[in-house]
């Protein structure tokens, strides 16, 4: 077991050593452009000044990360009962994948701040 998941991250490792440089490769050697320059739709404007953390949405943050862990550990125990044993930080990972979806949009918060998704301190 031990074999296959070393083998397994040194061949993720490769790859992504790899993937860039090869990319970079192609693309000047084919001079491949984009057709037309468009502005950019995903991520922080160039015109908007950098987001700020405040202590508060770092506390929000750590909250929701402790909350993540506390519920990945009872869905680690509760799929060992059923026979089932995984990584604990899978079961981490995705309690905070499951937490993320579901709590900002169904439970809002006594304090009116909503969960720490997609925020610049969980980012």
Known sequence: ME???????????????????IAKFLIKRYDLKPQEQQSLDVGVSENQPE?????????????AIHTCIIVGVFLNEGIEHLGLQLP???TCLFAG????????????????????ANKPAVL
């Open 97 to 116: 994948i499951i937490l993320s979806n579901l709590v900002p949009h169904n439970y809002p918060r006594i304090t009116g701040t909503s969960w720490p």
């Open 51 to 63: 987001p700020k953390i405040t202590s508060y949405d770092f506390l929000d943050a750590m909250l």
């Open 3 to 21: 074999l296959g998941i070393a083998s397994a991250t040194f061949g993720l490792i490769l790859a992504s050593i790899m993937g860039g440089p």
């Open 88 to 90: 604990l930080f899978v």
